[in-house]
């Protein structure tokens, strides 16, 4: 009997071993983003910049997101019911043991001589029961294949939430060093333009300029301090949105020291970012993981119809108040069969069929709506690049033309409206010059997102 359990435990030990061998695919898709331990492997993207506060805005961020942790606890409970699934696999024992009072009436037996038909003792017992599954219809396979597969996708889940995670931190980013260019260049004008007002002013005292030259001068000087409180308050939004992304807290002034590299990175523009995109995203790997876990499901649906086997082995002690011991126990082979279990079984078969189906409709939403992304992406990448180009020469033109109007305005040779469009135009080149710059970064991002690159 003793050699018999041993064997079974034996046995039973080596099933998971052998299912490695059977199905090495389905075990290497875990490997491939393998969480020993439950330490999630994070991913370091650093996309488009070498900056280092931006690489640590993303690492603190991906350290306290709760959108993550939400993620990480799903995958630990995934965890739990495979290793519950896979459990099915051993043998089910139970020991057990007491005391008990056992009677009996012997109600057919005759009465004689005031003798009482009631026979009634005590005794202690202990069990040992084993159940061991030889064959469940597939049932149990496909349900911790299923579950295998639902862990996987959701460990896409968290690698594509981390990738939208950088992107928002990437995008806010590039939004705030946009609007603090943008400021510099309107306090540099304040600065100019007061230098220009001070001369100005010395020309009206003497009688050598009008006034009203002074005025249009305090004007434009309004119109920049109220674009430069704006622009102030745009920046504390983003930085507000920043902080709630990150979990990072900026002290006040952090983006003086953000740069923009105005040197554009090599970038090849020829790939088929639309393959490339279904080969790479979290998000199309995760699906086909669900489809396949949802197929997994009704296979197990539809083998809860075929007959169960299951070895049975038990095992007892038995002692009474008399001291009378003696053991007892049983082998052999336990048959369930579901019968009439067909209507409910199909009931459950057309609802996951069902699931099947809006699954398999999502995969299709999401291959067009990924084309999309792409498509837009290389647009806005196109288009940015050849505002770029145009905006850099409009710069230089608006430069040249404010320094000869500066020039003549200082010979008294044009008037404060000429002085101040010319200045006015250098401004809106400029700005217009970093929005490009910066407009072509959000793309760049914007199309790797897309496509599912990390960078």
Request: net charge positive.
């Amino acid at each position: 009997m003793r050699f018999c359990l041993v064997c079974v435990l034996i046995f039973f030990s080596s099933c998971s071993q052998f299912e490695k061998l059977k199905n090495p695919s389905l075990y290497a898709d875990d490997s491939e983003i393998s969480d020993t331990n439950h330490k999630y492997e994070k991913e370091k993207m650093v996309i488009l910049s070498a900056d280092a506060t931006l690489r640590k805005i993303i690492e603190t961020a991906l350290e306290k997101s709760p959108q993550i942790g939400i993620i990480k606890a799903r995958i630990d409970a995934a965890h739990s019911r495979l290793n519950l699934a896979i459990m099915e696999y051993y043998p089910e024992i139970n020991l057990s043991g007491g005391i008990r009072h056992n009677w009996n009436r012997e109600r057919f037996l005759p009465i004689t001589k005031g003798e009482d038909p009631v026979f009634a003792y005590n005794y202690m017992f202990a069990d040992l029961a084993v159940r061991v599954p030889i064959y469940t219809g597939g049932s149990s396979k496909h349900a911790k294949d299923a579950l295998r597969y639902e862990h996987s996708a959701l460990k896409y889940s968290l690698k594509r939430t981390e990738q939208q995670l950088v992107f928002e931190i990437v995008r806010l980013w590039y939004l705030i060093i946009r609007n603090r260019l943008i400021r510099d260049e309107l306090v540099l004008s304040i600065e100019n333009l007061k230098k220009i007002r001070n001369m100005t002013a010395m020309l009206v005292k003497e009688k050598k300029a009008p006034e009203l030259k002074l005025a249009a001068l305090d004007t434009r000087m309004g119109q920049l301090e109220y674009e430069k409180i704006r622009i102030n308050g745009v920046i504390s939004s983003l930085f507000s949105a920043l902080s709630s992304c990150s979990g990072a807290d900026f002290p006040q002034g952090a983006e003086k020291h953000w740069k923009l590299n105005e040197k554009l990175p090599p970038f090849l523009s020829d790939k088929d970012y639309y393959s490339l995109a279904l080969g790479n995203r979290q998000d199309v790997r995760e699906l086909h993981r669900r489809i396949t876990a949802q197929e997994l499901s009704m296979a197990s649906k539809r083998s809860t119809l075929m007959p169960s086997v299951y070895g049975v082995l038990s095992y007892g002690y038995r002692v009474n108040t008399d001291a009378d011991h003696g053991d007892t126990g049983f082998a052999g082979i336990e048959v369930s069969f579901p019968f009439l279990n067909w209507f409910k079984v199909n009931a459950q078969i057309r609802e996951e069929v069902a699931k099947l189906k809006i699954l398999t409709e999502t995969m299709r939403e999401l291959k067009r709506k990924i084309r999309q992304e792409v498509s837009d992406a290389l647009l806005a990448l196109k288009t940015a690049q050849a505002m770029i180009s145009s905006s850099a020469q409009t710069v230089k033109y608006a430069t040249l033309n404010f320094e000869i109007t500066k020039k003549k305005s200082d010979l008294s040779m044009a008037d404060a409206t000429e002085l101040l469009l010319a200045h006015q135009e250098l401004l809106v080149a400029k700005s217009n010059y970093y929005k490009a710059i910066t407009d072509w970064y959000l793309a760049r991002a914007k199309l790797f997102f897309a496509a599912g690159i990390d960078k």
